[in-house]
């Protein structure tokens, strides 16, 4: 068995992210709107110690990425947002597979 290159393992651990329940919950609400992780954990019902795990993977697969919101009162808060539209798999003979995330007009 021949060990993983870094982009198959990247494109490896895109899928399986998708694959995880939670994690999708997350992205469905953050296709909506960004938001805080405190306002994922309410919308998705998911305990906020696990979405900060579930989006942590999601950030490290490049499907979230992070802002600062910022707020009049001073105390400032990480925003997240999705950074695609779609999530392409492309078959590729013997090798497999390769993922690709698209956006805007990349999409077609």
Not at 24 to 48: G, V
């Given at each position: 068995?021949?060990?993983?290159?870094?982009?198959?393992?990247s494109?490896?651990?895109?899928?399986?992210?998708?694959?995880?329940?939670?994690?999708?919950?997350?992205?469905?609400?953050?296709?909506?709107?960004?938001?805080?992780?405190?306002?994922?954990?309410?919308?998705?019902?998911?305990?906020?110690?696990?979405?900060?795990?579930?989006?942590?993977l999601?950030?490290?697969?490049?499907?979230?990425?992070t802002?600062?919101?910022?707020?009049?009162?001073?105390?400032?808060a990480?925003?997240?947002?999705?950074?695609?539209?779609?999530?392409?798999?492309?078959?590729?003979?013997?090798?497999?597979?390769?993922?690709?995330?698209?956006?805007?007009?990349?999409?077609?």
């Amino acid at each position: 068995m021949q060990p993983q290159s870094s982009q198959e393992s990247s494109e490896r651990s895109v899928l399986e992210a998708l694959e995880d329940r939670r994690c999708r919950r997350i992205l469905h609400e953050l296709y909506r709107e960004p938001a805080t992780a405190r306002e994922i954990s309410r919308a998705c019902d998911i305990p906020l110690s696990t979405t900060y795990r579930k989006l942590k993977l999601l950030q490290e697969t490049s499907l979230v990425e992070t802002a600062t919101r910022i707020r009049e009162d001073g105390s400032h808060a990480r925003e997240y947002s999705v950074t695609f539209d779609r999530v392409v798999v492309d078959l590729e003979g013997e090798r497999g597979f390769t993922t690709r995330l698209a956006t805007g007009d990349d999409c077609a």
